[in-house]
């Protein structure tokens, strides 16, 4: 296993606000695909908007006010913010044009008892609205709580879970478009938690997980990822209704101002997983590119976007832009060039 690291130009220590993917047709992507992430290192507290479409070589690009960008995170274009316990959402128009855009208030939050409701792990919406009437938006809240709402309908409410299993406390929360459920993996990815929207969704469903085909590391490379950070992302594709674990590795790379501690990725695994409960190992996922962020992973077949490469993961984060060539396990990050193994 080897890790490239290079350099970055700037830094910035603000959240990148969201990543997300367009909503798409069931049987796939378009020529009208598009996915967008918002940059918020734009200076003078404003953000960039990125928007990628199929097609396109250049991304579209607009400023955004950091203040109206929410502070808890996104989903399929609609941004969200939490204050005095309510939580709102916005649409960002991707033709950059709107001055007044769409929001939406939810009900007020519910805190389970033994849990809290200020920091948010992630928010996740079922469909590319929430003003669809079978619309679901599901926030993890670090801790064991897990709240589901579908905004729509007239008599909208919290439903509100608190998961047992402390293996979930730091853990995000993705919606299987193909299983139409809301999924969470546990810390190791051992365990992935699982709610129907088609039957109760105050039913928890565990699933265990055997892993195969793992790599056998050197030793000095085991000893690396020993010592690292470790997170898990559930991805799954609507091109090729398949579902990935990808296992992210990150270490301190120093101390900067404040006391801040400037993270940087060492190393990613990605398993493939089946409906047996096995995580299979892999270093090819064909035309797709992954991508790890902080609210919303995601991945797309990179042949309908010129500049994207098939067979990578690529992590945007506010440390660091990080592109994994899954086939050669090579890392070519934005830091100091540094080859281990």
Known sequence: MSLLLSQPSKLCFRKPVFVRSSSLHSNGFSSSSSFMYVDPCGGDDLGKLVIRRAGDITPLEKKLPLKEMGTIGSSNGWLATLKDGVVGLQEVDLNLNTSDPKRITLPPLVTVPHCQTLIVNNVVMSSSSPEEEDCVVAIKFLGNQLSFCRPAQSNSEWINIRIAH?????????????????????????????????????????????????????????????????????????????????????KTAEIVDDGIARMKTEAVMVFKLDSQGNAVYTQDIGDLCIFLTKFEPFCVPSSIFPDLCPNHVKILDVDETTIVNLADQTWNCYYNKKKID
């Open 166 to 250: 402390p293996c979930f406390s730091s853990s995000t929360v993705m919606f299987s478009k193909k299983d139409d459920m809301f999924r969470i993996p546990g810390s190791g990815g051992h365990i992935i938690g699982s709610w129907d929207l088609r039957t109760q969704m105050n039913t928890t469903k565990f699933q265990r997980f055997r892993f195969k085909k793992i790599p056998n590391l050197t030793k000095p490379s085991k000893t690396l990822l020993d010592s690292c950070y470790k997170s898990e992302h559930l991805v799954e594709s609507r091109a090729t209704g398949e579902t990935f674990l990808v296992k992210q590795y990150k």
